[in-house]
């Protein structure tokens, strides 16, 4: 993709204004410790949305919504003919979430709208702030499932008919907070597409530098196993005869870390959803599902690290007397963002003068959809710890801003500016 002339270095966004949207963001769905839970499609989503919206008009722009209630802030360009640069993440949260995770890549969007607003900046093509509905995938499985739908990933009425854990279905609840729009999903076309994000790693901080360049993104295999055996009295039932589903989901988790260090470096492995039935002190087990996650941007290493459990599972099973299924819960392949969009990025970082590195995101983001379908690239700031998906999540001002700067000229450049 060839790049126009690049934007003044002095070009900066106005980080106190950034942080206190973000803030202001963080009072709708309050956690218990700090952070937020504004799950996908609740109340306090709707909210939220709300917020958004009235910002993007007071900033001048126009919002458009599709089918799966994404949202599309438009900033016009001088070149009605010009395809939009998209730029943006998700406002829905983790039931213990931060305020950070996807809400900076949100506001960042906002906030580069308005630098430009402040500075008389005009774009040949239209700049577009997007929020993706329900990337998180807590409420309703799987992760990024709106963004999925716009690129063709996932059936619109597969998506409608998702549930939570009362039973509910995403189709009822986006029409229920009134955020069902008109548009065909996935009917927009894009220039480019670019995401800002807190790491949700400790690489960043620990490497001392402000920037994460993201050249690829991990792919995914989730496995749920379910394990049955049978239920029996811890104290009476002999150690022989016992055909215990709990001890079976033990020797698989540690084979779940075996196959994962077997595959070092870059590759990743863990049990993090447990059930055990019945789950009483005194019955051994006669039952358990747990979910494996393995990742790894090497494709080879992720198809090879899933085949390894599916011979080693069974085996353990059968040596305890257990009935095993193993049912593919979630899969993506690894993502390489596009090079064009990855050097605006890298060249926005020279010319501000930030530090900078090339980074490979271990979790899952919109952006690995919608590459499939456009240019596409992500630029991250570090996180206290490398702690997310926590209330205790914590960022800077400062990496913010670096970010949010990173992402105007980056945009600006691809977006194009007219005099």
Known sequence: MSQPAAPAENMRIDGDRLWDSLMEMAKIGPGVAGGNNRQTLTDADAEGRALFQRWCEDAGCTMGVDRMGNMFARREGTDPEALPVYVGSHLDTQPTGGKYDGVLGVLGGLEIVRTMNDLGIRTKHPIVVTN????????????????????????QDWAYGRTDASGASFGDELERIGWKGEEEVGARKMHAFFELHIEQGPILEAEDTQIGIVTHGQGLWWLQVTLTGKDAHTGSTPMPLRCNAGLGMARIIDKVHEIAMANQPDAVGAVGHIDVYPNSRNVIPGKAVFTIDFRSPDLGKLDGMKAALEEAAPAIAAELGLGIEIEEAGHFDPVAFDEGCVTALRDAAERLGYSHMNIVSGAGHDACWINRVAPTAMVMCPCVDGLSHN?????????????????????????????
């Open 391 to 419: 209330e205790a999540e914590e960022i800077t001002k400062d990496w913010a801003k670096a970010g949010a700067d990173v992402l105007l000229h980056a945009v600006i450049e691809t977006a194009g500016v007219e005099g």
């Open 132 to 155: 993706w509905t329900n990337e998180e995938g807590t409420r309703f499985a799987p992760a990024m499932l709106s963004s999925g739908v716009f690129a063709g990933i996932h059936d």
